[in-house]
């Protein structure tokens, strides 16, 4: 019975990321209209600021139970994501979107082997196997066009690298400590260490709360803040409590398949064949690392 339920915890787990993937997914529309009136940084802000106070409102009452440990790795993957979201986004200034796109997600190719170095456990074949088709399937389904080498991707492949980290840290860190505290300090630093940075990336010019008066804009910037990231990272955090960050990684990969199929649905662009081959590799690769399901790692409480 008990073999029975931790296997139902760990398919809601996949869910639960697949879910984050198709949010996320679906925020590059929403992300494309707020950069072309808002600074990066600024955004950046403003997001993580909306995203805080919501996850404040909704669990207060947890916080009496916060404990110093759980500040200090909140802390850590709060610096983690914030490194991530500025070399991403200053990356993409010196290249294009779609290198941009393919170079951050080769985290799934590294957080198998951070993973190795943090906590001393050997990736399996299958998941190196996987990494690499996701990997063949990213390039088809993201890159175009120059495939030299500039500022840019070298700006982005850092973004990667952190990300990266971020996924095995709280791979660790959820072993024993609670998500949603994590998930809360984390967004919260991201959100107040942008509002510092806004003079020093975007200059003093940048804090346009003008600008924030557009209904549309609104409308965006809210589905970034609670849907993008509240949920998006709240239900990361959560689910990776019972996943692996192999697997975390495989699966969070697919923001790049559905990115690319509501860009077809609501952006009207075309799914070329390579990129078509490419989501059927991506789909391909999770299928590969969840063969031979063998018992989760990590005990599930209850």
């Keep these: 019975m008990e073999k029975h339920n931790e296997k139902g915890v760990k398919l809601l787990s996949v869910l639960g990321l697949l879910l984050t993937t198709m949010i996320w997914g679906g925020s590059f529309?929403?992300?494309?209209?707020?950069?072309?009136i808002l600074e990066p940084t600024f955004l950046l802000a403003v997001r993580f600021t909306i995203a805080t106070?919501?996850?404040?409102?909704?669990?207060?009452?947890?916080?009496?139970?916060?404990?110093?440990?759980?500040?200090?790795?909140?802390?850590?993957?709060?610096?983690?994501?914030e490194?991530?979201?500025?070399?991403?986004?200053?990356?993409?200034?010196y290249t294009t979107a779609s290198k941009n796109a393919f170079i951050t997600t080769l985290y799934v190719i590294l957080v198998p082997f951070l993973h190795w170095?943090?906590?001393?456990?050997?990736?399996?074949?299958?998941?190196?196997?996987a990494a690499a088709m996701a990997v063949v399937g990213l390039a088809l389904l993201t890159l175009e066009g120059d495939l030299g080498i500039n500022l840019g991707d070298f700006l982005t492949l850092i973004c990667g690298f952190c990300f990266a980290l971020h996924m095995v840290y709280i791979d660790k860190f959820t072993e024993k400590?609670?998500?949603?505290?994590l998930t809360i300090i984390q967004i919260g630093v991201?959100?107040?260490?942008?509002?510092?940075?806004?003079?020093v990336f975007d200059g003093p010019g940048a804090y346009d709360f003008q600008a924030l008066m557009d209904l549309d804009l609104i409308m965006g910037l809210l589905y970034l803040a609670i849907f993008s990231t509240m949920v998006g990272f709240l239900l990361q955090?959560?689910?990776?409590?019972?996943?692996?960050?192999?697997?975390?990684?495989l699966l969070l990969s697919m923001e790049s398949v559905f990115g690319a199929l509501f860009s077809v649905i609501l952006l009207h662009e075309v799914l070329a064949g390579k990129m078509l081959l490419g989501c059927i590799?991506?789909?391909?690769?999770?299928?590969?690392?969840?063969?031979?399901?063998?018992?989760?790692?990590?005990?599930?409480?209850g």
């Design 83 to 93: 490194l991530s979201y500025l070399f991403q986004t200053y990356g993409i200034k």
């Design 117 to 129: 170095g943090v906590s001393k456990r050997r990736p399996a074949l299958k998941n190196i196997v």
């Design 177 to 181: 400590h609670d998500p949603i505290f």
């Design 190 to 199: 991201v959100g107040l260490s942008n509002w510092f940075f806004v003079p």
């Design 281 to 301: 590799l991506m789909f391909l690769a999770v299928v590969v690392s969840e063969m031979h399901i063998r018992k989760p790692r990590k005990e599930i409480d």
């Design 237 to 249: 955090n959560v689910c990776q409590k019972y996943l692996s960050a192999n697997t975390t990684a």
């Design 53 to 81: 106070a919501a996850l404040l409102l909704v669990f207060h009452k947890k916080l009496k139970h916060l404990n110093r440990e759980s500040l200090k790795c909140g802390l850590i993957l709060g610096v983690l994501l």
């Design 29 to 36: 529309v929403a992300m494309k209209n707020s950069v072309d």
